[in-house]
């Protein structure tokens, strides 16, 4: 094991312990009681995060005539799904830190397979005929 590898391993463990204290710091039985605005506001979330921000990738994409690098790969960040430091986050400024959780959890399980397809249709969208997609063919 390189000390680079190690080094690394060893910066799990802070992360793994602020996600897991942030995580246990939710009030699941008041979570559970306000669920309808929780719904309403992990399905906003949902829909801007996996329609909205990708679409809006595209706009910048085409907008500066990015070449395939950057744009497949702001394509590739637009699409991709929040993480934790959003908990993070919420907690410092004493935001809602049960629905950031539950848009975080819900973004993540839903990324296996919105990602690939939101890569698809913009990608394709983007730079279609000029090989980009090659490699998904």
Not at 76 to 83: E, F, Q
Request: proline residues 3%; glycine residues 8%.
């Amino acid at each position: 094991m390189t000390s680079a590898s190690t080094a690394g391993n060893l910066l799990l463990i802070p992360l793994f312990l602020l996600v897991f204290g942030l995580s246990a710091s939710v009030d699941v039985r008041a979570a559970w009681r306000q669920r309808q605005r929780y719904a309403r506001g992990v399905a906003t979330g949902l829909l801007c995060q996996f329609l909205l921000l990708p679409f809006i990738g595209f706009c910048v994409v085409k907008a500066f005539d990015l070449s395939e690098v950057y744009g497949v790969t702001l394509l590739v960040v637009t699409s991709s799904p929040g993480g934790s430091y959003s908990n993070w986050w919420c907690s410092v400024l004493n935001a809602d830190l049960a629905l950031s959780v539950a848009m975080t959890t819900a973004s993540t399980a839903l990324s296996a397979g919105l990602l690939p397809l939101n890569l698809l249709i913009w990608v394709n969208a983007a730079y279609h005929g000029t090989g980009a997609m090659r490699g998904l063919k």
